[in-house]
């Protein structure tokens, strides 16, 4: 921990009244400290992070983090704060609060002393020390763990190891087995990050455990990779607790045993409760079936107040399984997109038709090298339909469901299904996969199960399927909505577009925004005039969020913290480039001002774009594709009527409210505003 935090990294009296302000005077000291290259740039991705979950813990405990390419070695900044600032727990402020920075590509060790720091967070004497402390140095000498813990009984989890925690006596001569067989539980926890919470959960599970006489067996899955529990302890634990916010890795290693599916912040809040509710599982023999442990998110309601196996909705199931198939699509799409737009820069839409580059290249001929872009574009789209199958499957069933549903995406595109065919293979190779998971077979049978026998039968069903029983049905369905596509005009149009406008700008890059661009591009693999009339609708409004708050921070300057009109500089270059999520710092902060005002923007946007007829072949690129859409001067009039719609009500909304006698954003060093609310 020693090249982690130094006393100049440590401010016993923060200033700052909120979140944003906090972690920018913490983040100056990183700078100071040549930790951080880039102020701006690392505070938007720590506000980014914070947008997927608040950081706040119970206890008075602030841990703003992030990964960040603005991070040039991993750092740990403190302050303590004598107000409290509100991170989002639930028993109110936080007055230890720890700014985590790590790189982009921080290694094993630097994370494992992180995660460290994280578990000691749950050690009363360690935050009692931390408040009472007057001496930087002394401070950050406790953080750095010179002076150790109390409990010598403790035992350490490190980044993607294993935690034990018996209930055995200890002797001279090692450790005397009791005289009965613990209550074993085996648990996995992680979080987006996997720098803070997914530590903590553990060791709150395993202090937990150890008040219960409990034995517990945790798996972090965290930023560092992980180290999969031990089969055996697996097959001999009573109970499986997940505390987790992103998918569990390997997750039908835990089939057939009672199943507690939280959120990660239920581990560290909750984890008697969590226990408890395992020993009350166990005892009414509910066991996990395939469908459960594939069906179960852990994302939930944010502290994991419900288990997931138990309450998740189909409805949140399957976008959970959709979501996840256009997630690994958007690579392909990205690079395959825009190397085809760039062909088409260099050598005109012709170029589509020209002959192989394997057979015809003349290596001085612009016309081969677009010809050779466009080919290697080409062969990247062409794996969009079985990739979006293949991990939709993933997402329900693991991986025993990836090759039926590659396959079945597959023969989607050779019976022309095309988009629409790739979400059903999709759903139904990861539905056979699940159906044959729970036939019962013989043990010697087991360990072929995932490699051949699933693969094999789910195959051969899935390819039925598609060829003989719903492949020409889809693929008439989907005719006839290209046809709906191409015949759109008037009225019809605009109404497309502005649904697709409200869908971009709701969430920003979450399951609706993804949505709308999955249905965008999907129609690129085989476009039609309508098609690319949706895709630059949908490209158009999702430019809308951030040239918005860019704008507002600009003409209006007061009314936004120092944190936002900085943020606000870069959301002009976001904006521009079609990253919509350059909003979401401002829609964190402000939601309930600032999403509708930017939903406006981008439906009046994608409406003018539909209804003016604009076209566009790239799936990506914002005002730098510009050459390749069609209108281009009206296409950029509909994105300059929807920003200024946009920023007009978010100024009226934020204008509305009264504010002190010192103007809101103009409170000094620390960022801060005070304004009442109307």
């Given amino acids: 921990m020693s090249e982690l935090i130094t006393a100049e990294l440590v401010d016993l009296d923060l200033s700052a009244t909120t979140k944003d302000a906090a972690a920018r005077s913490l983040a100056e000291r990183m700078v100071a400290a040549h930790r951080v290259t880039d102020l701006d740039g690392f505070l938007a991705d720590v506000a980014a992070r914070e947008a997927q979950m608040p950081t706040g813990l119970d206890g008075g405990i602030g841990i703003p983090h992030c990964r960040s390419e603005h991070v040039n070695a991993p750092t740990l900044a403190f302050g303590r704060s004598g107000a409290g600032i509100d991170f989002g727990a639930a028993d109110g402020p936080a007055d230890l609060i720890f700014l985590i920075a790590a790189p982009a590509g921080a290694d094993d060790d630097h994370l494992t002393i992180l995660s460290g720091l994280a578990r000691r967070l749950m050690d009363p004497e360690f935050t009692a020390a931390l408040r009472a402390g007057t001496d930087p140095r002394a401070v950050a000498a406790l953080i750095r763990g010179e002076e150790p813990p109390e409990e010598p009984e403790q035992v350490q989890v490190e980044t993607g190891k294993q935690e034990q925690v018996g209930t055995g006596k200890e002797t001279a001569g090692g450790t005397e087995a009791t005289e009965s067989v613990p209550f074993r539980i085996v648990a996995v926890t992680s979080c987006p990050t996997g720098i803070a919470h997914t530590y903590m959960a553990a060791e709150s599970l395993a202090a937990a455990g150890r008040a219960a006489g409990v034995e517990v067996t945790v798996e972090t899955q965290g930023s560092g990779g992980f180290k999969k529990l031990d089969p055996a302890v697996v097959a001999a634990a009573d109970a499986v607790i997940w505390a987790h916010d992103v998918e569990v890795r390997e997750k039908a290693r835990f089939r057939g045993k009672p199943l507690v599916d939280v959120g990660v912040k239920a581990g560290i809040n909750r984890p008697a409760e969590l226990i408890a509710e395992a020993r009350r599982k166990a005892e009414r023999g509910e066991i996990a079936t395939a469908t459960d442990t594939d069906k179960a998110s852990g994302s939930g309601d944010g502290d994991g107040s419900g288990s997931g196996a138990d309450h998740a909705h189909f409805g949140i199931r399957l976008r959970t399984y959709l979501m996840s198939g256009v997630s690994y ?25 020209a002959k192989s580059v394997a057979d015809h290249f003349v ?84 360990g072929i199960m995932p490699v051949l026998v699933i693969p094999l039968i789910a195959s051969a069903v899935v390819g039925f399927l598609m060829f003989i029983v719903v492949g020409k049905p889809i693929a008439s369905l989907q005719n006839a909505l290209t046809d709906w596509l191409n015949g759109l005009s008037g009225s019809n149009a605009v109404i497309l577009g502005v649904v697709l406008g409200l869908m971009m700008c709701f969430d920003m890059g979450g399951p609706l925004n993804k949505v709308a661009y999955a249905f965008a591009v999907g129609g690129l693999a085989d476009p039609t005039p309508g098609s690319l009339k949706v895709m630059a609708a949908v490209m158009a409004a999702g ?15 007061r009314l936004f913290t120092k944190t936002e009109r900085e943020n606000g500089r870069a959301a002009w270059v976001l904006g521009a480039s079609f990253i919509t999520e ?88 620390d960022g801060s505003r005070v304004t009442v609310a109307a």
């Avoid at 430019?543 to 300057?557: E, F, H, Q, S």
């Fill in 543 to 557: 430019m809308v969020p951030p040239l918005a708050m860019a704008l507002a921070t600009t003409v209006r300057r």
């Fill in 582 to 669: 350059g909003a979401i710092p401002f829609a964190a902060a402000d939601p309930l001002r600032v999403i509708p005002s930017v939903m406006a923007g981008g439906a009046v946007t994608g409406a003018l774009s539909m209804a003016f007829g604009a076209t566009l072949r790239a799936p990506h690129g914002g005002v730098f594709v510009v050459p390749l859409i069609g209108e281009p001067f009206l296409y950029l009039l509909a994105i300059a009527a929807g920003t200024l719609v946009a920023t007009a009500l978010v100024v009226l909304l934020k204008g509305a409210r009264r504010t002190a006698p010192k103007a809101a954003g103009d409170a000094g060093a």
């Fill in 363 to 446: 290596w001085g001929e612009a016309d081969s090298w677009a010809a050779l872009l466009n080919q290697i574009g080409s062969a990247a789209f062409g794996f969009l339909v079985p990739v979006l199958a293949g991990y939709i499957a993933y997402g329900m069933a693991d991986r025993p469901a990836l090759v039926p549903g590659f396959v079945g995406g597959a023969i989607a595109l050779t019976v022309n299904a095309g988009f629409l065919g790739g979400l059903v293979a999709g759903l139904l190779a990861g539905a056979v996969v699940m159906a044959v998971q729970r036939v019962p077979v013989h043990a010697t049978l087991r």
């Fill in 329 to 353: 699509m958007v690579p392909f799409v990205a690079a395959g997109g825009l190397l085809i737009a760039l062909s088409f820069a260099i050598g005109g839409y012709e170029i589509a038709s």
